[in-house]
């Protein structure tokens, strides 16, 4: 097989097509688009198409798909898959919803917050509630009405007794309502956080796409394409429950109370590095990273990676009768260096 010898513009246009900065475990935010037989479509900026299934898209069942992601609207995604063969995202707008419900529901236990819920049904020892999306369970021993028939779809305010998350298990109570109390301090707290600001924190729950970090009262959460300039596969690779760590304040969402944080800002930019120790032309062995459809991410240099085309991935693989995986270990030429873009294209080093 011949190498096609590619021209700057060539390896420029190949790379556009590319959009990698998403990444599967990224939180984006898309609007919606429209329907069809795979599910919503949405719109994320990216230059390919992404999709939500309807298992990924429906919290409440009672709602159809085009109620729960309305056409028009700006929704936040979890991506579950990258790029297939046709160049589609897969995206959940269901675990996004799930778990910022679970943290809410932690926060309103911690604070023994009163909050109303609604009957869905009745089951034996109780009944079930919907809070938040989210289905807990009442016990009759806490239930100040006795009498269940007429109870379904009756609203009833509720204390949260104990949840848990990775049992799924969350009891309240109809009994020990009683009034809330202000919590001044933990409002005084989000007016004084500023985008830029350095906190201490610990991490206090880990999910797929990140892990929400307590920053002294207020959880902020850490996305997992924030935690390093290295490729992570899952936050529990580089973070553990009880970990005291320094974070950057990236974001805050005044409205929904809600702080956006960085771990890699605190690092050195490994592309400054790399600008002043890479050059075009430079022969670098690379340990590949991931395998994509239009070739393989190779990492070059400590957090930095660049891209080796598909057709340079199958010419080696025939050449040397292997399989490329990540992990391994491979020679490459640097063509195209582009470090204000943070864009490097590879060829194979020839022998």
Not at 98 to 125: C, I, P
């Amino acid at each position: 097989m011949v190498t096609k010898a590619y021209t700057d513009d060539e390896f420029e246009s190949l790379l556009s097509q590319y959009d990698y900065k998403f990444q599967k475990g990224d939180l984006v935010k898309g609007i919606v688009c429209g329907y069809d037989s795979e599910g919503v479509i949405v719109d994320m900026g990216a230059k390919t198409s992404a999709i939500v299934p309807e298992r990924e898209a429906r919290v409440d069942m009672s709602k159809s798909v085009e109620e729960t992601l309305k056409k028009g609207e700006v929704y936040e995604f979890l991506i579950i898959r990258e790029e297939d063969e046709d160049g589609k995202f897969m995206l959940s707008y269901k675990k996004v919803a799930m778990a910022y419900a679970w943290k809410e529901l932690e926060q309103l236990k911690e604070q023994d917050a009163t909050v109303e819920g609604t009957v869905v049904s009745v089951v034996k020892g109780g009944v079930l509630v919907e809070l938040h999306g989210v289905r807990g369970f009442v016990p009759s021993s806490h239930l100040r009405a006795k009498d269940t028939d007429n109870i379904v779809g009756q609203k009833i305010e509720l204390k949260i007794l104990s949840l848990d998350p990775a049992q799924n298990n969350f009891i309240l109570s109809n009994k020990k309502v009683y009034s809330d109390a202000q919590e001044e301090s933990k409002e005084s707290m989000f007016t004084n956080l500023e985008v830029g600001q350095i906190v201490e924190g610990e991490v206090v729950r880990i999910t797929d796409f990140g892990a929400f970090i307590d920053i002294g009262g207020m959880d902020g959460l850490l996305p997992l394409s924030q935690m390093s300039w290295r490729w992570v596969d899952h936050p529990s690779d580089v973070l553990s429950i009880s970990d005291k760590i320094k974070v950057e304040i990236i974001g805050i969402d005044h409205d929904k109370q809600r702080v956006s944080l960085s771990l890699k800002n605190l690092e050195a930019d490994p592309w400054i590095e790399a600008k002043e120790k890479i050059s075009e032309g430079d022969k670098v062995e690379g340990t590949i990273t991931r395998i994509k459809h239009f070739g393989a991410f190779v990492e070059v240099f400590p957090g930095v990676e660049a891209l080796l085309p598909n057709n340079e991935v199958v010419e080696y693989q025939n050449k040397n009768n292997c399989i490329l995986n990540a992990g391994d270990k491979i020679k490459t030429t640097i063509l195209k260096f582009n470090p204000d873009d943070r864009r490097i294209s590879l060829s194979i080093d020839a022998e």
